[in-house]
């Protein structure tokens, strides 16, 4: 069955990095495009990245661009995610999700269970 | 910040009709589908409506989505206590090339 499994969350101090990983199963990873968005305690969904199918294109929300890297390794089925300069406004829950289409991008259809992220001293 | 506004709560009793607003602009809702997620209480979301009212395999038929303009609605008819979550509206938005999620709304089955 399709699946994604995020990893590599934890407690980490304010100004440190951290990468995340979603591994993706049960699907042609290669041909489609994927997102992260997090969710802060208590607070809605927020889109936070998208890459497309081949890795080619990448976009950011304002409040990650320059911080955080969208990436992907279609023979390894995973998606990454290198969070810079951490804050603790970056404190969430942080979900991949599939995008329907690989490019132009269309909706999220597929969503992993999370990882969680705190950013604390 | 959310640049799609919703009401923050919304709320029936088993049987009724519930309508939560998404309202958007031109770069947004205006240009692009929207789609609709639930959030059951501590899991991940799930697709409920994509491309305005197309609902995806196994989703019930109690649930409809329509699009007017700069603005969405999702329908929930027959209200049921499982439907207790919180809803998104969500859209791509040309001017920020990115996507846009709504503030959200909890509904409650009274």
């Known amino acids: 069955q399709v699946q994604l499994v995020e990893s590599g969350g934890g407690v980490v101090q304010p100004g440190r990095s951290l990468r995340l990983s979603c591994a993706a199963s049960?699907?042609?990873?290669?041909?489609?495009?994927m997102h992260w968005v997090r969710q802060a305690p208590g607070k809605g969904l927020e889109w936070v990245a998208i890459?497309?199918?081949?890795?080619?294109?990448?976009f950011y929300a304002d409040s990650v661009r320059g911080r955080f890297t969208i990436s992907r390794d279609n023979s390894k089925n995973t998606l990454y995610f290198q969070m810079n300069s951490l804050r603790a406004d970056d404190t969430a829950i942080y979900y991949c999700?599939?995008?329907?289409?690989?490019?132009?991008?269309?909706?999220?259809?597929?969503w992993g269970k999370g990882t969680t992220v705190t950013v604390s001293s | 910040q959310s640049v799609l506004t919703q009401p923050p709560s919304a709320s029936g009793t088993p049987g009724q009709r519930v309508t939560i607003s998404c309202s958007g602009s031109?770069?947004?809702?205006?240009?692009?589908?929207v789609c609709w997620y639930q959030q059951l209480p501590g899991t991940a979301p799930k697709l409920l409506i994509y491309?305005?009212?197309q609902r995806p395999s196994g989703v019930p038929d109690r649930f409809s989505g329509s699009k007017s303009g700069t603005s969405a609605s999702l329908a929930i008819s027959g209200l049921r206590s499982e439907d207790e979550a919180d809803y998104y509206c969500?859209?791509?938005?040309?001017?920020?090339?990115?996507?846009?999620f709504g503030t959200g709304t909890k509904v409650t089955v009274l």
């Open positions: 999700a599939r995008d329907r289409s690989g490019w132009p991008f269309d909706y999220m259809d597929v």
């Open positions: 049960g699907f042609t990873f290669s041909s489609y495009a």
């Open positions: 491309r305005n009212n």
């Open positions: 890459i497309s199918y081949d890795g080619s294109n990448q």
């Open positions: 031109s770069s947004n809702i205006g240009s692009n589908y």
């Open positions: 969500a859209a791509w938005d040309d001017s920020l090339s990115g996507f846009v």
